[in-house]
């Protein structure tokens, strides 16, 4: 049985992993369009503050790792599947025919139409590569201006503060963090971000990015550069032209600006695809012996019956495992695919899990303090609460974890809820008791 995985990242890996010890004779092969060794893109903002080396960031620490478990490593990037065939075409012409097929290729950063963004100075924060473009020009006093103020971007600015860059961050939604929380919360970790010194434009577009070369001005500079006198070189930088008219001065610019599914190779394959390659509860294609996982699955979410592109590490690691699972025949379900995010935005923290926003008639409760900097928005649909966000309420993650995740029947609790929101933990340890959620509350407590 040759099973072949394309993409080595952590779901290519961990697939990789899984199908070796469960199938010891099989063959496997990993596909892999990048020149280092497997590595972890969440890593790389401890590789921008200085805590991990780039060896730091690699997936597996032994060098013989991969052939010490007798997976072949095949560089190349995978150009087309002929599902008919069953063989994968690389751009360096090689063709590989497969039994089982993983596709696990991950996602690519959007590039947004912005005139200037093939400007010297201009990266995504994406690649190890991209690292290194970044850290050569982000050094202490660098005037940097992100674009894009998402879940990711908000992480690569923490990196970005740590270096002691004067940033700049501009969001084109009304808020930061839109797709992760409301407008006061969104405002809260503006406003902190602030404090601390960072520009902050919401609601705003960068319109062009230009490249600045600082001519001598005035009679007695340019008499001055005529006679031979200063610089020879004009000192270079990137003028960005914002949508609210102003003009930000940068020497690097980093485009953070969402991402999509990296499956373009699969266009007339026959592979069905939504945003992502669309899978079902056992993570396999409409394809039989086809099956995606990680940041390019639109993967089914038993929870909320729906398929759900969820580009984070944790979701990948869990349905690399469960399609390995099902690729050495050994029947696994994917329970449901993680909605959370748990942010620290410069020291603030914030989370949000599941249907944060509401669900069609539902009820909604809130609670801020702004001066403590702290915000709670609870989502109920019914006894159940679908969704919620906290600011600066990091001692009940684990029960908002619990209580979405867990769907579990608040009963009169949920009124009691509506009422005080930070009741949330007697809620849970009332109700999650008789439905099977003890472990998390219990973890909770031990805390
Ligand atoms: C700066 C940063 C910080 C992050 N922080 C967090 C975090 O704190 N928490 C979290 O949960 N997630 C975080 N993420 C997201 C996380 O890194 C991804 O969810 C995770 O990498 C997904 O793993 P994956 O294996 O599906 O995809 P990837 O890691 O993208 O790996 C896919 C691999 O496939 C390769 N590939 C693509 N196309 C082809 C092709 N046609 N042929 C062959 N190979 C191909 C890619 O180059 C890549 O090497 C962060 C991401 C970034 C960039």
């Not at 007798?70 to 012409?93: C, E, H, S």
């Not at 935005?345 to 909604?364: C, Y």
């Not at 403590?372 to 019914?382: A, E, I, M, T, Y």
Request: include cysteine; charged fraction near 20%; glycine fraction near 12%.
């Amino acid at each position: 049985m040759h099973h072949v995985i394309l993409g080595a990242g952590p779901a290519g890996v961990i697939a990789a992993e899984t199908i070796r010890k469960h199938a010891p004779a099989d063959t496997i092969t990993l596909v892999g369009d990048e020149a280092e060794p497997p590595y972890s893109r969440m890593a790389i903002p401890y590789l921008l503050i200085g805590n991990v080396k780039e060896t730091g960031t690699y997936l597996r620490k032994s060098l013989t790792h991969y052939t010490d478990l007798r997976i072949d490593q095949v560089p190349g990037r995978a150009t087309t599947v002929d599902t008919q065939a069953r063989t994968v075409t690389l751009d360096n012409g090689k063709t590989l025919a497969f039994d089982k097929l993983l596709i696990a290729t991950g996602s690519h950063p959007v590039r947004p139409p912005i005139p200037g963004m093939d400007s010297p100075g201009v990266h995504p924060c994406w690649t190890l590569e991209d690292a290194r473009a970044i850290m050569a020009l982000a050094k202490p006093g660098a005037r940097v201006l992100q674009m894009g103020a998402g879940f990711i971007g908000c992480i690569i600015m923490e990196a970005l503060a740590a270096r002691g860059v004067e940033l700049s961050v501009v969001e084109m939604g009304d808020r930061m963090v839109p797709r992760m929380m409301g407008p006061t919360a969104g405002g809260m970790i503006r406003d902190w971000c602030e404090k601390k010194g960072v520009k902050v434009f919401t609601g705003t577009k960068v319109e062009a990015i230009e490249v600045a070369t600082n001519e001598p001005s005035g009679i007695v500079g340019k008499l001055a550069s005529a006679m031979g006198l200063g610089s020879s070189e004009p000192a270079k930088g990137l003028r960005v032209k914002l949508s609210g008219g102003q003009t930000v001065e940068a020497d690097l610019v980093i485009s953070a600006t969402g991402v999509r599914p990296a499956i373009g190779f699969l266009k007339d394959s026959g592979i069905t695809c939504l945003v992502g390659v669309l899978t079902d509860e056992h993570l396999q294609t409409n394809v039989p012996g086809i099956y995606a996982a990680g940041d390019c699955a639109e993967a089914f979410d038993k929870v909320s019956g729906k398929t759900i592109v969820s580009a984070i590490q944790p979701n990948a690691a869990e349905q690399a495992r469960v399609a390995a699972l099902n690729m050495v025949g050994q029947k696994a379900d994917l329970k449901g695919v993680t909605q959370i995010n748990v942010l620290d935005t410069l020291g603030l923290i914030s989370t949000s899990f599941g249907n944060w926003e509401g669900v069609a008639g539902g009820e909604h409760a809130e609670l801020t303090d702004k001066a403590g900097g702290r915000h709670l928005s609870l989502q109920f649909k019914d006894d159940v609460m679908v969704g919620c966000n906290s600011v600066g309420w990091t001692e009940h993650v684990g029960v908002m974890r619990g209580l979405v995740e867990g769907q579990v029947k608040l009963g009169e609790w949920k009124e009691r809820l509506m009422h005080d929101p930070t009741k949330l933990m007697d809620a849970y340890l009332a109700s999650a008791q008789g439905q099977g959620q003890w472990a998390g509350a219990a973890d909770e407590r031990r805390r």
